[in-house]
């Protein structure tokens, strides 16, 4: 849908009257609402943005725009907040800091979670792929990846992306590598490196961890202070070698006795 609108609004050709815009302007506003109601990917509001920005001249659009700033995604504030400056506005408030909606309390309770050692334990079709967590460097991380194991978030998942080399990576509750959950969770940068086997924090920015992780192939020192490194290999780095593109996972669980 937002494709159409772009190649409507584009279509120098057609004959789009005052009426037409407004209808235009109208649905791309109650896409925005519904995505952001019912949707918690941000692909849809991403699109409708950079619609808005190629008709800066129509109030409605405008509108939306400026009122990206203030969506609950840390990406589409982000993206709003460049594309008004692009514009030559200064838009209402800057896209940080990003909001995790967590509290003192439940840091603390995250902290004592972490007091205590964990595993994570990987089944795939290959073999089992046992890491340590660090839960004393990288607390929040390794919580939040121990409650979506927990829920079962992980489970008949796929390795949506494998480049031989280098990483392994999946959480994406789509396949596609786009997905994640309705919160992000803030990088939490320390003296790990990425080594061969290292457990890192996919993002699409900073602070915008949510589900994807990736574990490397190999030493990659160009990754270290960007990602979050909350894990390591323990046992089965031959097994995540040999893993494919779309080969399954069978379960993940997050246990607090060495396997």
């Known amino acids: 849908m937002v494709g159409a609108l772009f190649t ?14 407004t209808e235009i302007e109208a649905l791309a ?7 952001r109601s019912y949707d918690h990917q941000n692909d849809v509001r991403l699109g409708l943005l950079e619609l808005a920005a190629a008709q800066p001249a129509s109030p409605g659009f ?8 203030n969506d609950a995604d840390p990406i589409v504030r982000r993206e709003a907040v460049r594309l008004l400056r692009a514009l030559g ?57 121990a ?6 978030w992980f489970d ?15 959480g994406c509750p789509r396949g596609d590598g786009y997905g994640g959950p309705d919160w992000q969770i803030r990088c939490e940068i320390n003296q790990h490196r990425y080594v061969t086997g290292a457990l890192g924090m996919a993002l699409s920015g900073k602070d915008t961890g949510g589900s994807q992780f990736f574990f490397t192939h190999s030493d990659q020192p160009h990754l270290d202070g960007r990602y979050t490194v909350f894990g390591q290999i323990e ?9 494919l593109q779309g080969s399954p996972i069978f ?7 060495k396997p």
């Open 235 to 243: 046992s089965g780095q031959e097994v995540a070698d040999r893993l």
């Open 89 to 145: 506005e200064t838009p209402a408030r800057e896209a940080e800091p990003v909001e995790t909606g967590r509290d003192a309390t439940d840091y603390r309770t995250i902290l004592e979670w972490a007091e205590r050692p964990h595993w994570l334990v990987i089944e795939t079709e290959g073999g089992r792929v046992v890491a340590d967590l660090f839960g004393q460097d990288a607390p929040l991380a390794c919580w939040n990846f």
């Open 29 to 35: 506003t109650r896409m925005m609402s519904a995505s």
């Open 156 to 170: 008949r998942g796929v390795w949506h992306r494998v480049v031989p080399n280098f990483v392994l990576q999946d």
């Open 147 to 152: 409650q979506l194991a927990g829920s079962g």
């Open 251 to 257: 379960s993940i669980q997050v246990v607090s006795e």
């Open 8 to 21: 409507l609004t584009a279509d120098t050709t057609a004959a789009v009257t005052d009426a037409d815009w």
């Open 62 to 69: 405008l509108t939306l725009l400026r009122d990206g700033v």
